[in-house]
């Protein structure tokens, strides 16, 4: 199955930038999709961006959250996705889960691999 490790969580005051890496192995051929759901204490998960992997043409979609803050990337030759957060809130405070799916997602319903998380905190 897929396997996925986040990396770059941490304590970042208000204003501040955080950048987010996840890298996949054991993914097979064909299309996949990655990216990134937040979890905050008592709160549903809840989807922030994703970016389709190993096409020639990136596309790109955000939760309105995160549009104009937050810019999700790739590297697809090296199945890794990057999560770039800037003017960060502490709303944003949560667990960040990297993500991955053979379809398109904006629910946890559609996700079929998740990473362990990492940990945001934004102080104000």
């Known amino acids: 199955q897929v396997q996925l490790v986040e990396s770059g969580g941490g304590l970042v005051q208000a204003g ?8 996949a192995s054991r993914l ?3 299309a996949w999709h990655m990216g990134w759901f937040r979890q905050a204490p008592g709160k549903e998960r809840e ?9 020639e043409n990136a ?3 955000y939760a309105d959250s995160a549009k104009g803050r937050f810019t999700i990337s790739r590297d697809s030759a090296k199945n890794t996705v990057y999560l770039q957060m800037n003017s960060l809130k502490p709303e944003d405070t949560a ?15 559609s996700v079929d691999s998740w990473g362990q998380g990492t940990q945001v905190t934004v102080s104000a």
Do not use: E, P
């Not at 501040?16 to 890298?23: F, K, M, P, V, Y």
């Open 16 to 23: 501040g930038s955080l950048r987010l890496s996840c890298a």
């Open 95 to 109: 667990v960040y889960y990297c993500a991955a799916a053979r379809g398109r997602f904006t629910t946890i319903h």
């Open 47 to 55: 989807f922030v961006a994703r970016i389709n992997i190993g096409w």
């Open 28 to 30: 097979t051929y064909g």
């Open 59 to 61: 596309l790109t979609v």
